[in-house]
Nanobody, 124 residues
């Protein structure tokens, strides 16, 4: 199982980023996929999870309306669209999976497999 996240970078407050996560070594189309983030000195924070059919579980209220998850099973890829970013969103963002076809009701912080993460920095 390999997960390669990309799309992070330095943006100004109010700008947007779209993170991608390409899966290899397994058929992404069969499993739910999640995103979480971790900032230095802070606890891991679950963002959301998307099932094979596109049903989304949101784990964090602060991102509602600004972040959205999607997937392209044909490309073995999941996405995290992030709009109106603020400095509080700065963190390393990870995609992850439990190789299950459902999203766990566990806050979205714990997964069996995760990628290496992509850094998001928000600063003016």
């Amino acid at each position: 199982v390999q997960l390669q996240a990309s799309g992070g970078g330095l943006v100004q407050p109010g700008e947007s980023l779209r993170l991608s996560c390409v899966a290899s070594g397994f058929a992404l189309s069969r499993y739910a996929m999640g995103w979480f983030r971790q900032a230095p000195g802070k606890d891991r924070q679950g963002i959301g999870c998307i099932t094979t059919g596109g049903t989304i579980t949101e784990y964090s209220h602060s991102e509602k309306g600004r972040f959205s998850l999607s997937r392209d099973n044909a490309k073995n890829t999941v996405f995290l669209q992030m709009n109106n970013l603020s400095p509080e969103d700065a963190a390393i963002y990870y995609c992850a999976t439990n190789l299950a076809d459902f999203c766990l009701d566990n806050g979205g912080r714990s997964y069996d497999y995760r990628g290496q993460g992509t850094q998001v920095t928000v600063s003016s």
